[in-house]
Nanobody, 126 residues
Framework: QVRLVESGGGLVQPGGSLRLSCAAS????????MGWFRQAPGKEREFVGA????????YVADSLRGRFTMSRDSAKNTGFLQMNSLKSEDTAIYYC???????????????????WGQGTQVTVSS
């Protein structure tokens, strides 16, 4: 059974940074994407970014490029979301998720992700 556990959320001031982690276990295959999504109150869950195993290719939502980046520790099956220059509108619950055997055209498709973490709250406020 695939299990994803996020950590690293919290309260940060505008302009600050946070790094979220997603530790994955029970992975049945080596080809998958670890995606990051976020959901603010009253809004739909939206794609933030993703990183692929095994090749490490990364994808970032156009509106977040330049502030958010993804990385990974392959040996630990852990992905990271580095968020810089945070704004109040980045406040949301952030989720990591896994998509098996992805292709480029499905990376941003929320419905293609079959396992989800419990989410971690990120609050950007002074």
């Amino acid at each position: 059974q695939v299990r994803l556990v996020e950590s690293g959320g919290g309260l940060v001031q505008p302009g600050g940074s946070l790094r979220l982690s997603c530790a994955a276990s029970g992975l049945p295959s080596n080809s998958y994407a670890m995606g990051w999504f976020r959901q603010a109150p009253g809004k739909e869950r939206e794609f933030v970014g993703a990183i692929r195993w095994p090749n490490g290719a990364t994808y970032v939502a156009d509106s977040l490029r330049g502030r958010f980046t993804m990385s990974r520790d392959s040996a630990k099956n852990t992905g990271f979301l580095q968020m810089n220059s945070l704004k109040s509108e980045d406040t949301a619950i952030y989720y990591c998720a896994r998509q098996p055997n992805p292709i480029t055209s499905t990376i941003r498709d929320r419905d293609r992700y079959t396992a989800w973490g419990q989410g971690t709250q990120v609050t950007v406020s002074s």
